[in-house]
T-cell receptor, first 114, second 116 residues
Framework: EPEVTQTPSHQVTQMGQEVILRCVPI?????FYWYRQILGQKVEFLVS????????KSEIFDDQFSVERPDGSNFTLKIRSTKLEDSAMYFC????????????FGQGTRLTVV | AQKVTQAQTEISVVEKEDVTLDCVYE???????LFWYKQPPSGELVFLIR??????QNEISGRYSWNFQKSTSSFNFTITASQVVDSAVYFC?????????????FGTGTSLTVIP
């Protein structure tokens, strides 16, 4: 069964460092998403991406964040200068269509900023 | 304002008991979609069900059943004869047709513990 894969599963980084979280969406999917879940809290939308551009972003997704689909298969989330409060589980998701279809979530990357 | 409310933060049941997880949503769209996801201790999000706003038919899948009632804006999830493997956090989510980004609005989750 096709799945969304995320690497690494766990990333530890020092405050102020840049991190790149990587995702390989399901191959025929057209819509891509990043979500964040701070420990013990709900899953929060960060950004959606379609046709090589951001279609929507939340207020969490500030100038420190960027997304890219560099090679047609990977979908990355970059945090330029990490803060302690960026520590969270980051989920990548993809869907084939915009509506009436579930988004398939990856297994998540746990980011720990120290 | 919360678009999805899961008032039950934590629930504990004894194995084989039935348990219902509540979900109340808020939207102005006439076309929307409701979802339930399971998050086991390993952390991944596992899709359980999708429902569109035009289909109020209740659904049963094995021990799982869902009760969608537009009149009360609720989409409740019942596990019959619960098992220890059902222990997880369960999230209800909403997606709105008019939302250009197709984002999911998640509730805060209900942590279910099934005691053997």
């Amino acid at each position: 069964e096709p799945e969304v894969t995320q690497t690494p599963s766990h990333q530890v980084t020092q405050m102020g460092q840049e991190v790149i979280l990587r995702c390989v969406p399901i191959s025929n999917h057209l819509y891509f998403y990043w979500y964040r879940q701070i420990l013990g809290q709900k899953v929060e939308f960060l950004v959606s991406f379609y046709n090589n551009e951001i279609s929507e972003k939340s207020e969490i997704f500030d100038d420190q964040f960027s997304v890219e689909r560099p090679d047609g298969s990977n979908f990355t989330l970059k945090i330029r200068s990490t803060k302690l409060e960026d520590s969270a589980m980051y989920f990548c998701a993809s869907s084939y269509a915009k509506m009436n279809i579930e988004a398939f979530f990856g297994q998540g990357t746990r980011l720990t900023v120290v | 304002a919360q678009k999805v409310t899961q008032a039950q933060t934590e629930i504990s049941v004894v194995e084989k008991e039935d348990v219902t997880l509540d979900c109340v949503y808020e939207t102005r769209d006439t076309t929307y979609y409701l979802f339930w996801y399971k998050q086991p201790p390993s952390g991944e999000l596992v899709f359980l069900i999708r429902r569109n706003s035009f289909d109020e038919q209740n659904e049963i899948s094995g021990r799982y059943s869902w009760n969608f009632q537009k009149s009360t804006s609720s989409f409740n999830f019942t596990i019959t004869a619960s098992q220890v493997v059902d222990s997880a956090v369960y999230f209800c989510a909403l997606s709105e047709a008019l939302d250009t980004g197709n984002q999911f609005y998640f509730g805060t989750g209900t942590s279910l513990t099934v005691i053997p």
